[in-house]
């Protein structure tokens, strides 16, 4: 966090490539293009962009109000998917010489180029803008490959023939990518590949590329699949009513796993009273986000373990390989607002593409749609090396 005669410097001098000063309060399309162009950080700086509210082009105070709600919108570009991968910022209030402002720092990305709303924002000097072709291949090179995590990583002896080129180009690029981008159409399919982290530099197809768009991601990675098994009791036996090994490109995955969902939910009518109201063992909702969660979030790297879905008469269990990661731990796992991703890319992927709502939602989703449900509340087993989840049925 920067000090205070570190601010004052920043803000007696005019606006450049890592600093901008407004008094507007409300307008989001200035601030989502000034946190995705300084984690950019074009110049190559490798020092914080501040964003200050309630400072005047020439420093003075705007003399502005700040607002809790203010400082909650600023934070919300963390998770809220317009920023894609997200950003690290941190944003606060703060008095200085008498001036009350909201300051967002931002941190310079290992993984950029970031775009906000399918745009790589830039700055070149004081001015916004969007990135050319030449200054988006400059990014990429910018990043920090050995530092990834692994879903960034290379799959090894893989190659661009292993990816299915048409999903990329109609479903992964349109739906991260914004359309005046596209049209523009400048840029070859391997440097779209690697803007999006598909492939990395040397064109080598990455973790996150082989699970999103690959032909056979199980070939590869040999825990990416779904097992599901449906038991006609209350634990596991010989006899079961169903099982599915479910295999595919993470789109095509979340589709199928939707459809077994669906089929074997158990409707039931109340015919008590005037009216007729139905009613389900689970809300759909909540076993769509808890095992989407379980795919993305799970760990992949030296394991063949799959997420095992195991569909009991009272509940289902979803177990998912990998304990909690990062700022999650056993104690504050499903804590409303924490959040960090083992697979960020995937994440990524996974909110462009509609499957995720916002980053750190799902659980509070689940629970929300369990109560209205009346089902109980969750319950979590967090190992080390696994996490299982029980829904409980109505």
């Keep these: 966090m920067l000090t205070d005669d570190q601010l004052r410097q920043l803000l007696k001098h005019g606006e450049a490539d890592h600093v901008e000063k407004t008094v507007s309060t409300s307008d989001a399309e200035k601030f989502g293009e000034a946190i995705c162009s300084f984690a950019n950080d074009l110049p190559d700086r490798r020092q914080p962009g501040v964003l200050f509210i309630g400072a005047n082009d020439d420093g003075g105070c705007g003399n502005i109000q700040i607002t809790e709600q203010m400082l909650q919108r ?160 209350t634990k596991i036996g010989d006899v079961i009513l169903d099982q599915k090994q479910i295999s595919a490109a993470m789109p095509d995955l979340f589709r199928r796993l939707d459809e077994v969902i669906a089929a074997n939910i158990t409707q039931g009518a109340n015919l008590s009273g005037t009216t007729q109201s139905d009613s389900s063992s689970y809300p759909v909702i909540a076993i769509q986000e808890l095992v989407r969660n379980a795919v993305i979030h799970r760990n992949y790297e030296g394991t063949a373990s799959p997420v095992m879905i195991n569909w009991y008469s009272d509940r289902i269990e979803i177990t998912s390989p990998g304990g909690p990661y990062g700022a999650v731990t056993a104690a504050t796992f499903g804590r409303p607002g924490l959040t960090d991703a083992r697979n960020p890319a995937l994440a990524t992927a996974a909110k462009a593409l509609g499957f995720v709502q916002r980053f750190g939602s799902g659980i509070p989703r689940a629970r929300a749609a369990l109560s209205a449900n009346k089902n109980p509340d969750l319950e979590f087993q967090v190992e080390p090396n696994f996490v299982n989840v029980s829904i409980r049925s109505v």
């Design 74 to 233: 600023l934070l919300s570009f963390r998770t809220d998917g317009n920023i894609l991968p997200p950003p690290l910022i941190s944003v606060r209030r703060h008095i200085l010489d008498g001036c009350t402002m909201a300051i967002v720092e931002v941190q310079p990305s290992t993984n950029p180029p970031l775009k906000y709303r399918g745009r790589v924002c830039i700055r070149v000097g004081p001015r916004r803008g969007y990135a050319s072709p030449e200054e988006e291949r400059v990014l990429i090179e910018k990043r920090i490959w050995g530092n990834l995590p692994f879903d960034q990583q290379p799959v090894k002896g893989a190659t661009i023939d292993d990816l299915d080129r048409l999903r990329f180009q109609e479903e992964l690029l349109p739906a991260s990518v914004h359309p005046d981008v596209i049209a523009a159409n400048q840029r070859t399919l391997e440097q779209q590949m690697q803007a999006l982290g598909v492939l990395n530099k040397r064109n080598e197809p990455t973790t996150m590329g082989i699970l999103v768009c690959g032909k056979d991601p199980q070939a590869w990675l040999p825990g990416a699949y779904v097992q599901f098994v449906r038991y006609p009791g």
